[in-house]
């Protein structure tokens, strides 16, 4: 909803998270397995396994759409759509918003993805190599649309005066998705806004990253010299933000403000980073939320637990700080979650903020001298924060780095 | 801040490669939608609009592009159209140049194929890895940004027919948000076999008649002043972008209706000021709406109405896109003309509606 | 050098036109002994690529970490041998 209207910039707040993962549905949960360490690895049952040599995921377990969902037929709805439509739920009532008072207000719902509803592309291959394509089910076809992760929160909670825009900007898309939010409320563009990212755990990104040789056979261990790859997982992370001014209107508890936001792309390579371009990439961060490296308390690392990835980003992040904060990567207990996985790591950031503590990296044994980064190894650490940082990396090398900060109000 | 204009765009259209042929054609009201061979384009759809003779080798290069899909290859040509047209100015300082791409859901055949190898192959790892960034939604976009060095933000938008509108109005905010100097913007999508048969049963049976367009256009957009310093014409002001959503497809009217009045409203624009509208026009009752809606909001203005589809086919994700450029080929070389709007519409079958409201620099 | 050459000269080049195609170069730039990365421009992805597309020519399953090994014509053709034997084994 652009338009030319110059209006003084606003300050934006996360008053609602929901949270769909591996180790826990709803913001409770979550925080709980934040805490303690809890890892969401287990073997993988969404697809066949049979003739990969391991196949564990982080999968999403005793997820009843049922339960989130109520306008909207889920059965129309693909995998990802149905986590995103339940984060946007989860959201809104953690926000303490009723139905109502969200339609009153103009809204931007956007929501990051890798894979969108890649599970029932595969599912509907399946179908093509044993019916022929004349056979496909109309019903898995229509739901299987990559903006159907926005629409789809659109009808559920009946929205009307809304921009549903969904971005599959790959593995660092929720970030895109919360930036996006941040910059149409911050501009005023809308009064409220529901981002972040969802996908689902498919056979294509599985099979893609197998092939790759960068699936870990067991667990995930970001930053550890020993490390063996990534684990594929799902979920949605969705955070409602607002302005400050409706937030302290309405009395709101307020998880952190968001600071700002840097995007960038290395255009170099499909599938390896760039260190230089991504360093690049947390300075623009960090000008546009007005802060300092030695600001930044900790970082949520894209850290996805590759030989490659872990060493590029840790040499990004010595770059550009004299002395690194403590770094650690959540998905060595929740998997890489695709467009969910900053999104979550953003719900994880807002979390420490409040809370008072870093989520810490498990599955760490000895970290990798190349790395050489404190990465909370284990056991979390409560501490005060004030300034977080969550870096997320995409294939063609489509970074993004979000800043949030503690809400204080003042005395 | 100086006002967001449109400045250079380019389109790869079932007209062929080039923002020329596709004013031409587009001005002359010339169909490209042809007889599909159905050796070459197997399917359920005997007639479509595919861009001719394109292919990645011919138009994009030799060297670089064996793994290369169909929907990256248009979105690169357009890209590479465009900063021809404008002699590269844009990534001269490629940092502050974004690039802000749409798409459907990628490339689907690539996506399906990428799957279809891993179940038939002997074993459900003999998948080919360089095909693997195609599998992913944001190839088109990111490798249009490796191709021709573009390393601002690079940004996938995914909204069915609204596409467009939608990677318009984040092209817009992004810019508002200090991330970059200028966009490049647009949209692009591919005829294949597999997008075919997915569109054939996600359609009702009335809609199947239409048959499917491929293509894309991509806009340079950038603040007036700069534009005027780099000597890249004004050809229309982005005023605003509007969307909302509806229920019942009864409500697609009253929907688009008050999306375009909003429109008008908050930018001051008369209604009889805007002299260009092109609709989407979806098959169904929804072009019949749509149309409807926009009258509504319109009252007795008398705008030219520039209907895209029925000259290229659906052309699903690239549709908006196509239709913004179909504006600027009737606006012609100088632009809109000051004290003339355009409009471009959408209605997408999920629930929502948007439309983009230009004006003479 | 192995000796028990179970890669015949057909085998040796359907190995030699794969990789060509993969690194787009003529088949006459490359020597059984020029590397892939330094002489050829391959990257990480190439390489894989090799692996992969061989493991499907010719039937044969090939450890990641023979990528080590797989740094030319010769080296490659040193694996798949290996890998024939395996399979025959």
């Not at chain 1, 949960?29 to 391991?54: E, Q, W, Y």
């Not at chain 1, 284990?378 to 924060?385: G, K, M, P, Y």
């Amino acid at each position: 909803m652009y338009d030319n209207d110059q209006r003084p910039a606003r300050r934006v707040v996360i008053t609602g998270l929901g949270t769909v993962s591996s180790i826990g549905l709803g913001v409770t949960a979550f925080l709980d397995g934040l805490r303690s360490g809890r890892s969401g690895v287990k073997p993988i049952t969404a697809f066949d396994t049979t003739g990969f040599a391991h196949a564990n995921g982080c999968e999403v377990t005793g997820f009843d759409p049922a339960e989130w969902i109520h306008r909207v037929d889920a059965t129309e709805l693909g995998r990802a759509t149905q986590f995103s439509v339940a984060a946007a739920r989860m959201a809104v009532a953690d926000a303490g918003l009723t139905p109502e008072e969200l339609r009153a207000r103009r809204a931007l719902v956007s929501v990051g993805t890798t894979d969108a509803e890649s599970r029932d592309l595969d599912a509907l291959v399946d179908v093509e190599l044993r019916e022929g394509p004349e056979r496909l089910p109309a019903t898995v076809v229509r739901r299987a649309q990559a903006g159907r992760l926005s629409t789809g929160i659109v009808r559920e909670l009946a929205l009307t005066d809304v921009e549903a825009l969904t971005l599959p900007t790959a593995c660092a898309a929720g970030n895109y998705a919360i930036g996006s939010g941040f910059d149409a409320i911050r501009g005023g563009e809308v009064e409220v806004a529901l981002c972040g990212g969802a996908d689902a755990v498919c056979r294509k990104t599985f099979a893609g990253f197998y092939r790759l040789g960068t699936i870990a056979p067991e667990v995930c261990q970001p930053f550890d010299k020993d490390r063996k790859g990534i684990l594929t997982g799902e979920g949605a992370g969705i955070l409602l933000m607002e302005s400050l001014e409706t937030a302290r209107a309405r009395g709101a508890r307020i998880y952190a403000e968001v600071l700002g936001y840097g995007l960038n792309c290395d255009a170099h390579h499909p599938v390896a980073p760039d260190q230089d371009s991504l360093a690049r990439c947390m300075r623009i961060a960090h000008r546009n939320a007005g802060v300092k490296p030695q600001d930044i308390d900790f970082i949520s690392a894209h850290g996805t637990g590759t030989r490659a990835n872990d060493v590029t980003e840790a040499g990004a992040i010595r770059q550009v700080f004299d002395a690194p904060p403590p770094t650690v990567s959540i998905k060595s207990m929740i998997g890489h979650s695709m467009g969910a996985a900053s999104a979550l790591a953003s719900a994880a950031c807002a979390l420490a903020l409040t809370e008072g503590f870093i989520p810490p990296t498990v599955n760490h044994h000895e970290t990798d001298p190349e790395c050489g980064l404190d990465c909370v190894p284990n056991v979390a650490r409560s501490t005060e924060l004030n300034v977080v940082q969550n870096n997320a990396l995409a294939f063609a090398g489509n970074n993004a780095v979000l800043i949030l900060g503690r809400h204080r109000e003042a005395q | 801040m100086s006002p967001l204009v449109l400045s250079a765009w380019s389109a790869v259209s079932p007209y062929g490669v080039g923002a020329e042929p596709f004013a031409r054609g587009i001005t002359a009201g010339r169909c490209a939608v042809g007889p599909l061979d159905p050796a070459t384009h197997p399917g359920p759809f005997d007639r479509g609009g595919v861009v001719p003779d394109f292919s990645a080798r011919t138009h994009v290069g030799k060297k670089g592009t064996r793994t290369m899909d169909r929907v990256t290859a248009l979105a690169v040509a357009a890209v590479g159209q465009l900063l021809e047209s404008c002699d590269g100015g844009p990534v001269r300082q490629p940092e502050e140049t974004a690039l802000v791409l749409g798409t459907g859901s990628g490339s689907v055949q690539s996506i399906m194929d990428f799957t279809r190898d891993s179940f038939a192959g002997e074993r459900p790892y003999h998948v080919d890895p360089a095909r693997f960034p195609n599998a992913v939604m944001n190839r088109a976009a990111g490798q249009s940004a490796i191709w021709h060095r573009i390393k601002g933000p690079n940004t996938t938008v995914a909204g069915g027919w609204l596409t467009g509108l939608l990677a318009l109005s984040y092209a817009a905010r992004l810019h508002r948000g200090g991330h970059c100097a200028r966009v490049l913007c647009g949209a692009a999508e591919e005829y294949s076999e597999q997008r075919a048969w997915l569109e054939w049963h996600g359609r009702s049976a009335a809609e199947r008649a239409t048959p499917l367009g491929e293509g894309g256009a991509v806009f340079l957009l950038e603040p007036a002043e700069a534009a005027r310093e780099a000597g890249h014409p004004a050809l229309a002001r982005l005023l605003t972008t509007r969307f909302r959503a509806y229920g019942a497809e009864s409500e697609v009217r009253a929907a688009l209706a008050a999306c375009v009045r909003d429109a008008l409203k908050t930018t001051g624009v008369a209604p009889g000021d805007v002299r260009l509208v092109a609709p989407l026009g979806a098959g169904g009752e929804s072009a019949a709406l749509e149309e409807a809606g926009v009258g509504d909001a319109l009252g007795a203005a008398d705008p030219r109405w520039i209907r895209c589809r029925p000259l290229l086919g659906d052309t699903s994700a690239a549709a908006t896109s196509l239709q913004l450029a179909a504006v600027l080929a009737a606006a012609g070389a100088d632009g809109l003309a000051p004290g003339e709007a355009a409009l471009v519409t959408g209605v997408e079958r999920d629930g929502t509606v948007g439309c983009a409201l230009l004006a003479g620099a | 050098m192995t000796t028990t050459n179970r890669v015949d000269a057909e085998g040796r080049a359907t190995i030699k036109g794969i990789i060509c195609d993969i690194l787009e170069i003529d088949a006459e730039d490359m020597t059984d002994t020029s590397r892939f990365k330094e002489d050829h421009e391959a990257d990480s992805m190439g390489a894989i690529e090799i692996l992969s597309q061989l493991e499907r020519a010719f039937g044969v399953d090939i450890d990641q970490a023979e990528l080590a090994r797989m740094v030319n014509l010769e080296g490659v053709v040193t694996v798949i041998d290996e890998a024939l034997l395996a399979k025959a084994a």
